[in-house]
């Protein structure tokens, strides 16, 4: 059994949240000025079939940001490190304008429009994402690019249109676009409408690369002209207690030498609020790629307790499980067949301000 441990830093995440249980975390510097963000410390347990067991007390994220308000101008900028703080990233850094009667337009880096699990883990109920780890299951939902855009608010719905340098970056580089227009653009369409007891969301993404540019490492991602075309609905309903959600989604990539690959997702969510404090939950979620196989797994949420508005501790327990076609498949990565299931089981403590 391989044990990875960072005391310093996780102990360090659960101290400072601990200490700030009994107070109301309020960073406004002035009217003008606010910090934000949030930092977690977990302890999970991860067994891979035919695979090393691993065991990690460590940083999950953490995230610290600036926002300014010199209305009608609005700006953010953002820090993030990922799980075992290795590297800083820069994450939110954008300006918007408010133009009037419910328009604004946006320049710069922001999170995609796309999926119902936020990127900050600390708005999301389970500690790990309904999608399974590889394939394009893992791909499904990106997370940051750069560009323009444009929303209009309308009383309880908005309309949002985003033209970024890509949807899907397919470098190494999870935190951003591929960084260049000329290799060819993205578009993403949103339409958001919240009422009191539920909300939709819709979103529809495409993206076209263009051959005959290179990544820093020599290689033409785009050398075949690939395209995709992603579609995601998501809802959530409030019933009391209960809150429950649902989502589908679907991912079309083609080119011009190789057969069409779609790839889907489902998945549906139930939370249950046991006390003002205590909460319960469970996920299922689906997924299929076309010449790869398919993917289902069952998350547990056994007990959630908020101490606060601004910490809480959440645990999670997981189970995934793979077809025998993606078992059969080989990892480019290790050489090796992907794994038959994997198990997950964690406790994780978020503060936020």
């Not at 000025?33 to 953490?62: C, H, P, R």
């Not at 069952?298 to 499980?321: D, H, Q």
């Not at 964690?346 to 503060?351: F, H, P, S």
């Amino acid at each position: 059994m391989k044990i990875t441990t960072s005391l310093k830093i996780a102990g360090a995440v659960l101290a400072s949240a601990l200490s700030a249980m009994a107070v109301r975390a309020d960073l406004a510097i002035n009217e003008n000025v606010s910090l934000f963000g949030y930092a977690a410390g977990s302890i999970q347990y991860n067994k891979v079939y035919d695979g090393d067991t691993d065991t990690s007390m460590d940083i999950s994220a953490a995230k610290i940001g600036i926002a300014l308000n010199f209305e009608p101008i609005t700006a953010s900028v953002s820090m993030y490190t990922d799980p075992g703080a290795k590297d800083l990233y820069l994450l939110d850094a954008y300006a918007s304008y408010n133009l009037g009667h419910g328009l604004s337009a946006t320049a710069g880096r922001f999170v995609t429009y796309l999926g119902y699990e936020s990127f900050d883990l600390t708005e999301n109920t389970f500690i790990t994402y309904g999608s399974a780890n590889y394939g394009n299951f893992a791909n499904m939902f990106p997370s940051y690019h750069q560009g323009v855009k444009i929303e209009y608010q309308n009383g309880k719905s908005t309309l949002g249109i985003a033209i970024v340098d890509s949807v899907y970056n397919l470098g190494d580089e999870f935190y951003r676009g591929d960084g260049n227009a000329r290799d060819g653009l993205g578009i993403e369409g949103n339409f958001t409408h919240t009422e009191e007891k539920w909300s939709l969301g819709v979103t529809l993404a495409y993206q076209y690369g263009k051959a005959g540019y290179q990544d820093i490492y020599g290689i033409d991602p785009y050398a075949n002209n690939p395209e995709v075309f992603t579609a995601d609905i998501w809802l959530e309903r409030n019933l009391g207690d209960v809150t429950v959600a649902g989502e589908v989604a679907v991912k079309r990539e083609g080119d011009k030498v190789s057969d069409t690959v779609n790839t889907f997702y489902m998945a549906f969510m139930a939370k249950q609020d046991v006390s003002d404090k205590i909460s319960i939950a469970g996920r299922l979620s689906y997924g299929n790629e076309k010449g790869f196989g398919n993917f289902w797994k069952l998350s547990a949420m056994p007990v959630g307790y908020e101490f606060s508005n601004n910490f809480s501790i959440g645990t999670e327990v997981a189970y995934t499980r793979y077809s025998k076609g993606v078992r059969d498949a080989i990892n480019p990565d290790t050489g090796t067949n992907y794994p038959k299931y994997e198990f997950f089981a964690g406790v994780q403590a978020v503060l936020k301000f």
